[in-house]
């Protein structure tokens, strides 16, 4: 199959909707929603404001062309630049939403050790603990038998502690937890902007060429209001630079 005459914008949209994980697809599939969240288009927002499984949303948009000059030999082949401008929004009231889950991580416990590091920070809470107890599976209580904490005080939580007083794992057995990260607002659409460029500056050179090549990061993701903050929205803006075979 090939391309013909698509878009910068139309084809770094299909990438990202092929590479970039939808933190709101369950909800977006209950409300009846499209499961495309990712456009090469600015969407009109007064008119989604009021329903917030349409968010987090993603547009693709150009900015900027201009011409760097004719290759040669002969053709109509020219070297352009193109600007884009990546914009993520999400809405102010929209609940906490998962952005990473992480199942039957293992901890092997050892007697006199009350602290042990998760292995991917930050950490919004944990869902659940299990282990062997008395030779037995269970299941244990959080801040009856563990808590979550900040082990290394920057502020964010890092390690999960057996020092309540509880319930612990059997010594030398593993215990399992399963825990996950939660954003919202500004945080959340920060994220997912620094997502899309992080995919297209480790990729593009391999997911790209050879359509489009020299990835520049124009300006890093900033937060803006929308719509009397109800919305919020954070750009990017990025450069490539490639050939317009000029059909």
């Not at 404001?49 to 062309?65: A, G, K, L, Q, W």
């Not at 009397?228 to 803006?237: A, H, P, W």
Request: glycine share 6%.
């Amino acid at each position: 199959m090939t391309d013909s005459r698509v878009s910068p914008q139309e084809f770094i949209t299909g990438l990202l909707r092929a590479n970039i994980t939808d933190p709101n697809a369950t909800a977006r599939a209950a409300a009846g929603l499209s499961a495309n969240w990712i456009y090469p288009d600015r969407p009109l927002l007064s008119a989604m404001v009021d329903n917030e499984n349409n968010f987090p949303r993603i547009s693709v948009t150009r900015m900027d062309t201009s011409s760097l000059g004719d290759i040669g030999m002969g053709g109509t082949e020219t070297e352009d630049s193109v600007t884009l401008l990546i914009n993520t929004y999400t809405i102010k009231t929209k609940p906490l939403i998962a952005v990473n889950t992480v199942t039957n991580e293992s901890h092997t416990f050892a007697s006199g050790t009350d602290e042990y590091a998760l292995d991917e920070t930050p950490i919004t809470g944990i869902t659940e603990v299990t282990g062997t107890l008395s030779s037995a599976a269970h299941t244990f209580v959080e801040t009856t038998d563990y808590l979550l904490i900040d082990n290394d005080s920057d502020g964010r939580y890092d390690s999960i502690d057996w020092s309540p007083g509880g319930d612990n794992p059997d010594d030398t057995t593993d215990f399992y937890v399963d825990y996950v990260r939660k954003l919202e607002g500004d945080t959340l659409c920060e994220y997912i902007c620094d997502e899309c460029h992080i995919y297209l500056r480790d990729n593009w050179r391999t997911a790209t060429v050879p359509t489009l090549f020299d990835y520049i990061n124009v300006r890093k993701s900033s937060i803006m209001d929308e719509i009397g903050g109800r919305i919020k929205r954070c750009e990017l803006q990025i450069k490539f630079t490639g050939i317009n075979i000029n059909d």
